[in-house]
């Protein structure tokens, strides 16, 4: 098991989230409690989920990112996912998540 690391940047109006590693049901709980204290904190207009450096997600890292995406909904803001890795992008696709969630390559696509 990787452990899962998270980075936080604020830029202007938008709150970056770099995850790194793995998220699955041993780490996504832990994960979920300081994202949401990070969203609640920022209460940033966009939130970014860069997933580029997480090599492994289960339903554990859905839900933890559908949770994410409700609660900066509920805050009035917009969920974005930047440049999953190959394996992340074919979990998220095969639950249709990219439907309600967009998924951008470059930081360009994020304004």
């Known amino acids: ?10 830029e202007g109006d938008t709150l970056v989230i770099t995850l790194s590693g793995e998220i699955d049901h041993h780490n996504a709980k832990a994960a979920r409690v300081e994202i949401d204290r990070q969203i609640y904190f920022y209460r940033a207009k ?11 997600m289960d339903s ?15 805050l009035g803001g917009a969920l ?3 440049d999953p890795s190959a394996g992340v992008e074919r979990v998220l696709r095969l639950a249709g998540t990219e439907k309600i ?4 390559r470059s930081a360009k696509e994020n304004k």
């Open 46 to 56: 966009t939130v970014i989920l860069n997933l580029k450096n997480v090599g492994f």
């Open 1 to 10: 098991m990787e452990v899962l690391t998270a980075k936080y940047e604020i």
């Open 80 to 82: 974005k996912i930047l």
């Open 101 to 104: 969630i967009p998924i951008v």
């Open 60 to 74: 554990s890292g859905l839900g933890l990112i559908l949770g994410r995406y409700t609660h900066v909904n509920e």
